[in-house]
């Protein structure tokens, strides 16, 4: 496939309640989309793909105008140069730009999506996925009280989610927690994220968490310490799962050597794309370690791909793949719809959902035409 043109549609969409995290409020969902256009030998198609970067560098070091600026300068110049462009190959023609991962994968997407359509194949059916529904667990924001907390975790637990998750951080950790398991009992999967927000000196502190049968600890530590997840996971009980800190499969294969994650949220943003993803998926399998198939509040497009790279063997606990509707009430594309705890994978070539050009010219709010 010949890349053809290229453009980014940065688009803004309301969230139906703000979403707290450690780091910052959101109320509401900036992202870009890629539409990118290839000839091919059953002629022109077109990919889409979603950029995960978030409008600030607090969750990442990446952030959305970084990553539509370095597509601008230095990605789109080395794929509009490749003659025989594959999903397989995006990373490798991407190679010498250093980090970067979110701005890599929304490219790896389009290029999958453009390969999938022109072979009529699906995501799931491409990347290995042995199943057709996936767990869908929902990942609960900090609320401004305890009473909150429970009546919001009441609701999800009311429509079915698989399992929640709850952000935490200090000020917001052990009361909420305890408060969720004395309202709702010990017979639902429950575990808490709390993005960076501790540090080691903490240890003793959310060693209190262990009180609490919780599924997982996400991410206490800093994006950089991996040894000190190692030092805290030997403290804890509750097994340790580390989210931030795997940017890559070196960063997991580290991770897992030291024992500083028991547990593995794979995100294919984070970590560059779907093919790097998979490569994480496969070392964790093969070392007996559990992935989950993590969120970043992704549109339709980007919820449909993860649901589906989430039928993958090795994803054998929830993911953050929710319903649609836990964060718009209107979308871009068709409605991911959580039904008795899980979501349906759609089964169509490339991801499988249309963009609605109605809906994406409603939210848009800039048009970046990278076409040399
Ligand atoms: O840490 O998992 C996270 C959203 C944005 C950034 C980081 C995280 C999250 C979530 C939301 O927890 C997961 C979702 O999309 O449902
Ligand atoms: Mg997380």
């Known amino acids: 496939m010949k890349l053809t043109s290229l453009r980014l549609h940065q688009i803004q969409l309301p969230l139906v309640s703000p979403f707290t995290t450690s780091f910052m409020t959101e109320t509401e969902k900036d992202c870009y989309l890629v539409e990118a256009g290839f000839d091919t030998p059953n002629g022109p198609v077109t990919g889409w793909g979603e950029s995960?970067?978030?409008?600030?560098?607090?969750?990442?070091?990446?952030?959305?105008?970084?990553?539509?600026?370095?597509?601008?300068?230095?990605?789109?110049?080395?794929?509009?140069?490749?003659?025989?462009?594959?999903?397989?190959?995006?990373?490798?023609?991407?190679?010498?730009?250093?980090?970067?991962?979110?701005?890599?994968?929304?490219?790896?997407?389009?290029?999958?999506?453009?390969?999938?359509?022109?072979?009529?194949?699906?995501?799931?059916?491409?990347?290995?996925?042995?199943?057709?529904?996936?767990?869908?667990?929902?990942?609960?924001?900090?609320?401004?009280?305890?009473?909150?907390?429970?009546?919001?975790?009441?609701?999800?637990?009311?429509?079915?989610?698989?399992?929640?998750?709850?952000?935490?951080?200090?000020?917001?950790?052990?009361?909420?927690?305890?408060?969720?398991?004395?309202?709702?009992?010990?017979?639902?999967?429950?575990?808490?994220?709390?993005?960076?927000?501790?540090?080691?000196?903490?240890?003793?502190?959310?060693?209190?968490?262990?009180?609490?049968?919780?599924?997982?600890?996400?991410?206490?530590?800093?994006?950089?310490?991996?040894?000190?997840?190692?030092?805290?996971?030997?403290?804890?009980?509750?097994?340790?799962?580390?989210?931030?800190?795997?940017?890559?499969?070196?960063?997991?294969?580290?991770?897992?050597?030291?024992?500083?994650?028991?547990?593995?949220?794979?995100?294919p943003g984070r970590v560059g794309g779907y093919i790097e993803a998979k490569k994480i998926h496969d070392l964790a399998r093969a070392h007996g370690v559990a992935v989950w198939h993590g969120g970043m509040v992704e549109t339709g497009l980007g919820r449909a791909a993860n649901a589906a790279f989430a039928t993958l063997p090795g994803f054998t606990l929830p993911g953050d793949i929710s319903g649609s509707k836990r964060f718009f009430t209107e979308d871009i594309t068709e409605e991911i719809v959580m039904h008795d705890g899980v979501v349906d994978v759609p089964q169509g070539p490339g991801f499988g959902v249309t963009i609605d050009p109605a809906k994406l010219e409603k939210f848009t709010v800039a048009t970046h035409d990278l076409t040399p």
Request: aromatic residues 6%; contains cysteine.
């Open 52 to 267: 995960v970067a978030m409008v600030a560098p607090l969750y990442s070091a990446e952030y959305m105008d970084q990553g539509i600026d370095l597509t601008r300068r230095f990605l789109a110049p080395l794929l509009f140069e490749v003659e025989d462009l594959t999903a397989e190959t995006v990373g490798w023609h991407l190679r010498h730009i250093i980090g970067n991962p979110m701005a890599k994968h929304a490219l790896e997407m389009a290029v999958i999506e453009a390969q999938l359509k022109m072979r009529g194949q699906s995501f799931k059916e491409y990347m290995g996925g042995v199943v057709d529904t996936v767990p869908s667990g929902v990942s609960v924001g900090i609320q401004d009280s305890v009473e909150q907390t429970v009546k919001v975790i009441g609701e999800y637990l009311e429509e079915g989610y698989s399992r929640i998750k709850l952000k935490i951080k200090p000020g917001a950790d052990i009361e909420p927690v305890a408060a969720v398991r004395k309202a709702f009992g010990d017979d639902f999967l429950f575990q808490v994220d709390a993005n960076a927000a501790y540090t080691l000196v903490d240890a003793n502190h959310l060693k209190r968490l262990d009180d609490y049968g919780l599924l997982l600890i996400e991410q206490p530590l800093g994006e950089a310490d991996i040894r000190q997840h190692a030092e805290l996971a030997k403290l804890m009980d509750t097994p340790m799962c580390l989210d931030e800190s795997i940017v890559s499969a070196e960063a997991a294969a580290d991770a897992i050597s030291l024992g500083a994650t028991s547990v593995i949220n794979i995100k």
